[in-house]
T-cell receptor, first 111, second 115 residues
Framework: DQQVKQNSPSLSVQEGRISILNCDYT??????FLWYKKYPAEGPTFLIS?????DKNEDGRFTVFLNKSAKHLSLHIVPSQPGDSAVYFC??????????FGTGTSLTVIP | KAGVTQTPRYLIKTRGQQVTLSCSPI?????VSWYQQTPGQGLQFLFE???????NKGNFPGRFSGRQFSNSRSEMNVSTLELGDSALYLC??????????????FGSGTRLTVV
């Protein structure tokens, strides 16, 4: 049972434009969400997080939005750069216990 | 500081064999979590060890087991390998158990292929 879903396996965006990666979850008890970025042959690295008391968190070019009523979060990257090309995983947990990860979205930023 | 080290990086085994994977966490980190990554399934949580005790366990069969040593190094064992066990196995270390996501540091993984 996939509690965290990323329905778009891949996304292509022109350099300089906005990348929007989406994630849906089913468990209303999740209260902490994060995004990881993964390059080939490397482990995932932490990108940005958001707790359920917020609806937006921003860090430089990266912004995460949380819509609790829709059980949906999204990651916006503006402007997109070729170095952002990677697989992005969203994850959710209930008070920092086991994290449930999505299946990932492969982002390609075209120069 | 040194990152999370997983050995070996690549492994090929035949069905029915057993395999042991190793993970050395960041110095000072006491929690080690294991994940299985397969195409289409994302990262699936296997288990977490903290201070040599299994704290959380995912929904995997008993063929998957692990342990943690007093120096926080962890091993994961899979017995009676099946073709479906072919995956990238990732280890993540954190200072404490139940750490928030930013406290996780992943290793580069062990790519297991079962033939």
């Amino acid at each position: 049972d996939q509690q965290v879903k990323q329905n778009s396996p891949s996304l292509s965006v022109q350099e300089g434009r906005i990348s929007i990666l989406n994630c849906d979850y089913t468990n209303s008890m999740f209260d902490y969400f994060l995004w990881y970025k993964k390059y080939p042959a490397e482990g995932p690295t932490f990108l940005i997080s958001i707790s359920s008391i917020k609806d937006k968190n921003e860090d430089g070019r990266f912004t995460v939005f949380l819509n609790k009523s829709a059980k949906h979060l999204s990651l916006h990257i503006v402007p997109s750069q070729p170095g952002d090309s990677a697989v992005y995983f969203c994850a959710a947990s209930n008070t920092g216990n086991q994290f449930y990860f999505g299946t990932g979205t492969s982002l390609t930023v075209i120069p | 500081k040194a990152g999370v080290t997983q050995t070996p990086r690549y492994l090929i085994k035949t069905r029915g064999q057993q395999v042991t994977l190793s993970c050395s966490p960041i110095s000072g980190h006491r929690s080690v979590s294991w994940y299985q990554q397969t195409p289409g399934q994302g990262l699936q949580f296997l288990f977490e060890y903290f201070s040599e005790t299994q704290r959380n366990k995912g929904n995997f069969p008993g063929r998957f087991s692990g342990r943690q040593f007093s120096n926080s190094r962890s091993e994961m064992n899979v017995s009676t390998l099946e073709l479906g066990d072919s995956a990238l196995y990732l280890c993540a270390s954190s200072l404490n158990s139940g750490a928030l996501g930013y406290g996780y540091t992943f290793g580069s993984g062990t790519r297991l292929t079962v033939v």
